[in-house]
């Protein structure tokens, strides 16, 4: 086997090893110690054992070792020979995150692991080992290390013989191999007496040693050969194994009985060395029957006849929709092709403009082949996106150990709800999200949930809650971070505003004090930890929300809890915009910013000495954010009243944004301006009209949030 070259599988290998490491952690969560659900034991040992039998095929020495004692000791809890402390979770959990330093290690160069740290870790696991194994619980136990369903079968007598059933493995290819082999023979022996009895070999030019492609085991057991099978099919592909007819039944040796539904399980033997290796090249038969000392001889029938490899049985075709449904695509390809469908959706657009100026009963035919390809550019656009949308289960599946950790530190009683995990969002926001969701938890942790002893004297539980939920709401995604804490104290944010010099005042909404939070160096902990309180974080996580083109909200009540909103578009490549005219210009503003649009009457408009203007909006004094003076633009409309007023609302704040007039609702594909020339203020990209024109998408936060500092306008 050392002529293949396996570095083009590592990154499926490091793709569906963080899957199962993600689902063992996950399980490990949730479960009970003290009511452990059997299928969640059997999914544990799973993970540990699929990462095993990986890592083993690529020579992960390392992580072999490591796996194999996680395995070892999830074995022993799931027969019922030792029980699930919260510390045998704590260790699996410490494991989890040693096996995602050490894939990090091989996938991106990341420093290195310690081997002293994993030697550590493995003689922790060791040490439940070596305690005496408990009696095992009278409960139907699993078939398989593979955790098939349990075999309700009566126990035979001693000196019965079991039926045989022989294995073929193969073909081998550079995924399923020899040793994968190995690792699940092992298993297999704790359903029965196993023995090799042939090796098809095939001799490669210029190696000595002959490639194995088929090797045949024969099982004496009490399974039948369709849950052997199911067992099978968890750790290997069914085109890689097969069953065929074995002509005499091994011989049972004495145990004691076993309880009914419960597996006969037949006392370990040592490895067989193979009976019979057939040789492609030279088509002929080497049998040595010394190669299984102090064992009996294999009957005649069962060595495998001479055979050419060209006439051998052809695999079994996998189950139907065995890993068919989906494929595996890099996502650079994507990217690329959904730059390409931008691009498309630019020509379109570009077409469909030119054809305004020809005479549709003359170009007729024209004219219904582009509705058609505008349809088709919609559908393909949509279908291209969906590619890169992903569910908030990949966000939110990393929170139970953020707060179950931190909840340990902080001397907490906590529990993670999480609601609309299959709520999908693009992939480029999926993975900036996660940074600013995990300071929000942090901080609701810390700062929002009370001491177990605060909360009872507050007449609430003992057990404070986070809730993570992601929902639809219009063209957006909304992400909330809620707890039942001790919420949000007005006065106190107003007081340490004014300590800090910050121009704040009592007339102040609710909404403009909780933001106060968001600012640079502003912290309400009275003291400094290691968790949080220096006043650092959020203000990044705003800022980098309003990179994302979303914008966040804060709802809290004294007493009761506070709700963290998050705006997101569903996706950064394309977004619903307004085009606005300013003289000569023409600006989109985001669709998910615009409340409405109107023409004021000059009396709706009032001058307040040194402040600037504000609009009467039925009742409601709105600040005027003139955009051809922020702009520098020399406008066609100078009056607000003879132009058109769009009130725009982020971060909680309504702003009312003068512009000549509107030009139409489009659909456009979103430019870098910062990647291509550099980050203008006010400004988050650009896009090409269909015209032909490059058009500026504004940043509506920035420009609202800039009003009161810069210009000077009343709030």
Same mark, same amino acid.
């Given at each position: 086997?050392?002529?293949?070259?396996?570095?083009?599988?590592?990154?499926?290998?490091?793709?569906?090893?963080?899957?199962?490491?993600?689902?063992?952690?996950?399980? +490990?969560?949730?479960?009970?110690?003290?009511?452990?659900?059997?299928?969640?034991?059997?999914?544990?040992?799973?993970?540990?054992?699929?990462?095993?039998?990986?890592?083993?095929?690529?020579?992960?020495?390392?992580?072999?070792?490591?796996?194999?004692?996680?395995?070892?000791?999830?074995?022993?809890?799931?027969?019922?020979?030792?029980?699930?402390?919260?510390?045998?979770?704590?260790?699996?959990?410490?494991?989890?995150?040693?096996?995602?330093?050490?894939?990090?290690?091989?996938?991106?160069?990341?420093?290195?692991?310690?081997?002293?740290?994993?030697?550590?870790?493995?003689?922790?696991?060791?040490?439940?080992?070596?305690? =005496?194994?408990?009696?095992?619980?009278?409960?139907?136990?699993?078939?398989?290390?593979?955790?098939?369903? =349990?075999?309700?079968?009566?126990?035979?007598?001693?000196?019965?013989?079991?039926?045989? +059933?022989?294995?073929?493995?193969?073909?081998?290819?550079?995924?399923?191999?020899?040793?994968?082999?190995?690792?699940?023979?092992?298993?297999?022996?704790?359903?029965?007496?196993?023995?090799?009895?042939?090796?098809?070999?095939?001799?490669?030019?210029?190696?000595?040693?002959?490639?194995?492609?088929?090797?045949?085991?024969?099982?004496?057991?009490?399974?039948?050969?369709?849950?052997?099978?199911?067992?099978?099919?968890?750790?290997?592909?069914?085109?890689?194994?097969?069953?065929?007819?074995?002509?005499? =039944?091994?011989?049972?040796?004495?145990?004691?009985?076993?309880?009914?539904?419960?597996?006969?399980?037949?006392?370990?033997?040592?490895?067989?060395?193979?009976?019979?290796?057939?040789?492609?090249?030279?088509?002929?038969?080497?049998?040595?029957?010394?190669?299984?000392?102090?064992?009996?001889?294999?009957?005649?029938?069962?060595?495998?006849?001479?055979?050419?490899?060209?006439?051998?049985?052809? =695999?079994?075709?996998?189950?139907?929709?065995?890993?068919?449904?989906?494929?595996?695509?890099?996502?650079?390809?994507?990217?690329?092709l959904i730059n390409l469908v931008g691009e498309l959706v630019i020509t379109e657009a570009m077409l469909a403009q030119a054809s305004l100026q020809l005479d549709s009963a003359l170009f007729e035919q024209l004219s219904k082949g582009l509705a058609q390809l505008q349809r088709n550019t919609r559908d393909l656009q949509e279908s291209a996106m969906s590619i890169r949308m992903m569910p908030m289960s990949f966000v939110f599946g990393r929170f139970p150990r953020v707060v179950r950790d931190l909840a340990t530190t902080l001397k907490k009683q906590i529990e993670l709800k999480t609601e609309g995990e299959a709520t999908e969002l693009d992939k480029g926001l999926i993975e900036r999200i996660i940074d600013p969701l995990t300071h929000l938890v942090r901080n609701s942790v810390d700062h929002g949930i009370e001491s177990p002893a605060a909360r009872e004297a507050a007449g609430?539980?003992?057990?404070?809650?986070?809730?993570?939920?992601?929902?639809?709401?219009?063209?957006?995604?909304?992400?909330?971070?809620?707890?039942?804490?001790?919420?949000?104290?007005?006065?106190?944010?107003?007081?340490?505003?004014?300590?800090?010099? %910050?121009?704040?005042?009592?007339?102040?909404?609710?909404?403009?004090?909780?933001?106060?939070?968001?600012?640079?160096?502003?912290?309400?902990?009275?003291?400094?930890?290691?968790?949080?309180?220096?006043?650092?974080?959020?203000?990044?996580?705003?800022?980098?929300?309003?990179?994302?083109?979303?914008?966040?909200?804060?709802?809290?009540?004294?007493?009761?809890?506070?709700?963290?909103?998050?705006?997101?578009?569903?996706?950064?490549?394309?977004?619903?915009? %307004?085009?606005?005219?300013?003289?000569?210009?023409?600006?989109?503003?985001? +669709?998910?910013?615009?409340?409405?649009?109107?023409?004021?009457?000059?009396?709706?408009?009032?001058?307040?000495?040194?402040?600037?203007?504000?609009?009467?909006?039925?009742?409601?004094?709105?600040?005027?954010?003139?955009?051809?003076?922020?702009?520098?633009?020399?406008?066609?409309?100078?009056?607000?009243?003879?132009?058109?007023?769009?009130?725009?609302?982020?971060?909680?704040?309504?702003?009312? %944004?003068?512009?000549?007039?509107?030009?139409?609702?489009?659909?456009?594909?979103?430019?870098?301006?910062?990647?291509?020339?550099?980050?203008?203020?006010?400004?988050?990209?650009?896009?090409?009209?269909?015209?032909?024109?490059?058009?500026?998408?504004?940043?509506?936060?920035?420009?609202?949030?800039?009003?009161?500092?810069?210009?000077?306008?009343?709030?």
């Amino acid at each position: 086997m050392d002529d293949l070259d396996l570095s083009e599988f590592h990154d499926v290998f490091f793709d569906e090893a963080a899957e199962h490491l993600a689902s063992m952690e996950s399980l +490990l969560l949730e479960i009970d110690p003290d009511a452990a659900d059997e299928e969640q034991l059997n999914a544990i040992f799973r993970a540990a054992h699929s990462i095993k039998g990986g890592s083993a095929a690529f020579g992960f020495n390392d992580i072999t070792e490591l796996t194999h004692e996680m395995e070892t000791v999830f074995d022993r809890v799931r027969k019922g020979q030792m029980p699930l402390s919260p510390s045998v979770v704590d260790v699996f959990l410490a494991s989890g995150d040693m096996l995602k330093a050490m894939f990090a290690t091989r996938k991106d160069g990341a420093e290195s692991v310690s081997p002293a740290d994993v030697a550590a870790l493995c003689e922790r696991l060791r040490v439940f080992l070596d305690a =005496p194994a408990a009696a095992p619980v009278a409960v139907a136990e699993p078939v398989a290390a593979a955790a098939a369903p =349990p075999v309700e079968i009566a126990a035979p007598k001693a000196v019965e013989a079991l039926p045989v +059933l022989e294995i073929v493995f193969g073909p081998f290819d550079k995924t399923f191999n020899a040793e994968a082999v190995d690792a699940m023979v092992d298993d297999l022996r704790r359903l029965g007496r196993i023995e090799e009895t042939t090796v098809v070999a095939q001799r490669q030019p210029g190696k000595r040693k002959p490639k194995p492609t088929e090797r045949r085991f024969r099982i004496a057991t009490a399974v039948s050969e369709a849950e052997l099978g199911e067992a099978l099919s968890f750790v290997a592909d069914p085109a890689h194994f097969r069953f065929v007819d074995a002509s005499t =039944p091994i011989e049972q040796p004495d145990a004691a009985p076993v309880a009914v539904a419960v597996p006969v399980v037949a006392p370990e033997v040592e490895d067989f060395a193979p009976r019979a290796v057939i040789d492609e090249k030279d088509f002929c038969l080497f049998v040595d029957p010394a190669t299984l000392p102090g064992n009996e001889p294999v009957p005649d029938a069962a060595v495998s006849k001479v055979v050419e490899l060209k006439s051998a049985a052809k =695999p079994v075709p996998a189950a139907a929709g065995a890993d068919a449904a989906s494929i595996r695509v890099s996502v650079q390809k994507v990217d690329a092709l959904i730059n390409l469908v931008g691009e498309l959706v630019i020509t379109e657009a570009m077409l469909a403009q030119a054809s305004l100026q020809l005479d549709s009963a003359l170009f007729e035919q024209l004219s219904k082949g582009l509705a058609q390809l505008q349809r088709n550019t919609r559908d393909l656009q949509e279908s291209a996106m969906s590619i890169r949308m992903m569910p908030m289960s990949f966000v939110f599946g990393r929170f139970p150990r953020v707060v179950r950790d931190l909840a340990t530190t902080l001397k907490k009683q906590i529990e993670l709800k999480t609601e609309g995990e299959a709520t999908e969002l693009d992939k480029g926001l999926i993975e900036r999200i996660i940074d600013p969701l995990t300071h929000l938890v942090r901080n609701s942790v810390d700062h929002g949930i009370e001491s177990p002893a605060a909360r009872e004297a507050a007449g609430k539980p003992a057990k404070g809650t986070i809730t993570l939920r992601a929902f639809h709401r219009g063209g957006n995604i909304m992400v909330e971070v809620l707890d039942d804490g001790a919420g949000l104290d007005r006065e106190k944010l107003l007081r340490k505003a004014r300590e800090r010099g %910050m121009g704040v005042s009592d007339s102040m909404s609710d909404q403009e004090v909780f933001a106060l939070i968001f600012d640079a160096g502003f912290s309400t902990a009275e003291k400094v930890t290691d968790v949080s309180g220096r006043g650092v974080g959020m203000d990044v996580v705003r800022r980098n929300i309003r990179e994302m083109g979303g914008n966040v909200e804060i709802t809290s009540t004294l007493g009761v809890g506070t709700r963290i909103s998050i705006r997101l578009p569903l996706t950064l490549a394309i977004l619903d915009g %307004m085009s606005v005219a300013v003289g000569t210009e023409v600006f989109i503003v985001p +669709l998910t910013y615009i409340v409405e649009s109107l023409q004021p009457a000059e009396s709706d408009i009032k001058t307040i000495a040194g402040q600037g203007a504000v609009v009467q909006v039925r009742g409601e004094y709105l600040p005027l954010l003139t955009l051809h003076q922020v702009l520098n633009l020399t406008p066609k409309v100078v009056e607000p009243h003879r132009g058109i007023i769009v009130i725009v609302e982020a971060e909680g704040r309504k702003t009312a %944004m003068f512009v000549d007039e509107l030009v139409g609702q489009h659909q456009v594909v979103i430019k870098s301006l910062e990647s291509n020339y550099r980050r203008v203020q006010g400004v988050s990209g650009a896009t090409i009209m269909g015209d032909g024109r490059v058009a500026l998408i504004l940043d509506v936060a920035d420009l609202v949030g800039a009003v009161p500092k810069e210009y000077g306008l009343a709030a």
